[in-house]
């Protein structure tokens, strides 16, 4: 694999490598701290950013690589003054080895991918995808269950601009034997090319309407932020799915309760010390996955190219 823009690029055996990479990685950074040494690479981001943006940079660092970054591209690099993302990538990828970009338009990995000679990490784009983090959901899942055929989940909240739910449908479908029950808010259903994605790849989709809708023993929750910033219509009535203690009662003892976060009153803090709230550690997963990730990509692109040899993992 040269790039990673999409959840649909990458095959169930490419994701268990990943996984197991991750693994060693989790019990054992500090082996992997000089393997990048010598390499520059990019964050190029022009949305905000809390977890993505500074996992990938520890990522980096951790791995060895020297670390360019743009924080708030859309203001502070030469896209306010007119620069298109085609040139700007041009110019980035003569200066590092690597671009990882969040982008505010759906198709912007793709584009960046059709001129960089680089690779290219879609660390989310619009909203469309947001592959990394799917990756670092099913590390998650797989973490809590062991497994990820034979799982049921629900995904709740904003299925139709939430680009995490989108890339983990993507994953998922590459699984044996899964339910995914939807709960969209009103108004943010999700849209038919994902249903039809998910019924393509023999996934079952059952829409609720309801918490009550959701089986007692389903898997695992993963609750999502309504994306307030990339509504249409911006007199869309927002009724908030909220879930809390009182409401998460109904759920069995082994369903885990995940969020891609930031999260704002979707998950009241009361949930916080719920010994199924796994959304911290999820968030800290993406350190692991995205080091294993790197390192995948890195080793396809250059070890066949120059500095052949010089590293071995
Ligand atoms: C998500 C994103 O940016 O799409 N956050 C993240 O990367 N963990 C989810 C969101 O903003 O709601």
Known sequence: MKNFISASQISRTELDDIFNLT???????????????GYVISTLFFEPSTRTRLSFESAILRLGAGLISTENARENASAKKG???EDT????????????????DNDAAERAVKVAKVPIINAGSGGGEHPTQALLDLYTIRQYKGKIDNIK????????????????????????????????VHGLELQE?????????????????????????????????????????KNLE????????ENFKRFSEKTFLMHPLPRVNEISTDLDDDNRSIFFEQAHNGLYTRMALILTL???FYNNKWRKNERAY
Do not use: W
């Open 89 to 104: 990538i041009r110019i980035v990828q003569g200066y590092s080895d690597m671009i990882v970009m969040r982008h505010f």
């Open 238 to 245: 927002i009724e908030d799915i909220i879930l809390n203690k």
């Open 193 to 233: 090319n994902y249903k039809n994605f998910l019924k393509n790849n023999n996934v079952t989709y059952i829409e609720c309407k309801s918490l009550n809708e959701i089986p007692y023993d389903v898997d695992f929750i993963y609750q999502t932020r309504v994306q307030k910033e990339r509504l249409e219509d």
């Open 153 to 184: 989940i629900a995904i709740l909240g904003d299925l139709k601009y939430g680009r995490t739910a989108h890339s983990l449908i993507k994953l998922l479908c590459l699984y044996n034997n899964i339910t995914v029950y939807g709960f969209p």
């Open 23 to 37: 693994d060693k990685i989790k019990k054992n950074k500090k082996k992997y701290s000089n393997l990048l040494k």
């Open 298 to 300: 890195m080793k396809d």
């Open 83 to 85: 620069e298109s993302l």
